[in-house]
């Protein structure tokens, strides 16, 4: 499952940045979708999750501020990033789950200066 990253780049803290991921194929609302993050000599941590039915599950830290979402109609999950920190700074990943398979896509650079 090719996975693409659009979407990351250079912001101000307090500023916003929406991230997107498109996924190859016709299984796509079959997976769970994540992001994820790692940054510089830290280890990839789970960001947000939403699964094929919609629910959705936080890291405590972009809790309020951070917003995953899919269309299933163009094989898209979205990541809306508010109220940005620059402990945000990361590389962010795609990525996509069934019971059979995980899927990652290369990642995008978020860099948030304070």
């Known amino acids: 499952v090719p996975l693409q990253a659009f979407g990351g780049g250079l912001v101000q803290a307090g500023g ?3 991230l997107s991921c498109v996924a190859s194929g016709s299984s796509f609302r079959f997976y769970t979708m994540g992001w994820y993050r790692q940054a510089p000599g ?3 941590e789970r960001v947000a999750v939403i699964t094929r039915g919609g629910s959705t599950n936080y890291e405590n830290s972009v809790e309020g501020r ?9 094989n898209t999950v979205y990541l809306q990033m508010n109220s940005l920190k620059p402990e945000d700074t990361a590389v ?4 996509a789950y069934t ?16």
């Open 16 to 18: 916003s940045l929406s």
């Open 66 to 74: 951070f917003t995953i979402s899919r269309d299933n109609a163009k």
């Open 99 to 114: 019971l059979s398979m995980d899927y990652w896509g290369k990642g995008t650079q978020v860099t948030v200066s304070s």
């Open 42 to 44: 830290k280890q990839r």
């Open 92 to 95: 962010y990943y795609c990525n």
